[in-house]
């Protein structure tokens, strides 16, 4: 895992799923289990976009992708990836990135979709507008 301060730039980041700022100064950090997602899906252009739905592995505490149906424990909507994040260029290397737990969400604008089994998951802590 590196864990070293440098500053890159990503262009741009679209968090216009944020529908308040309600929430925006408490995302909690939490290790992406990089090997759990997508190339193609999840950071085709190299970084993981904000708003990206998250669920905590059993096992070992990390994050990965939100999919309703596994049964590792991503099957419960945990969050959303709050700010864009750097994939490492090693799908086997971790990274860390702030996770939004309490707050409002714009469900239309999500970079991928959450269905309704998963909005349920986080009700009273994440409202969907």
Do not use: C
């Not at 090997?35 to 669920?55: D, M, N, R, V």
């Not at 990390?62 to 596994?70: F, I, Q």
């Not at 909507?77 to 939004?100: E, I, N, Q, R």
């Amino acid at each position: 895992m590196d864990l070293t301060q440098k500053r890159e730039d990503f262009g741009s980041d679209d968090q216009s799923w944020i529908a308040s700022r309600h929430g925006l100064n408490n995302g909690k950090a939490a290790t992406l289990d990089v090997s759990l997602f997508t190339k193609s899906e999840h950071y085709p252009e190299g970084f993981f976009k904000s708003g990206i739905p998250l669920a905590k592995i059993t096992a070992t505490g990390k994050v990965g992708p939100y999919d309703g149906a596994a049964t590792d424990g991503r099957g419960t909507l945990y969050g959303f990836l709050l700010t864009t994040v750097k994939a490492p260029a090693d799908p086997s290397t971790d990274v860390v990135g702030p996770v939004l737990l309490h707050g409002f969400v714009k469900a239309s604008n999500l970079p991928i979709e959450v269905d309704a089994a998963g909005q349920a998951d986080v009700a009273g802590r994440l409202i969907f507008t």
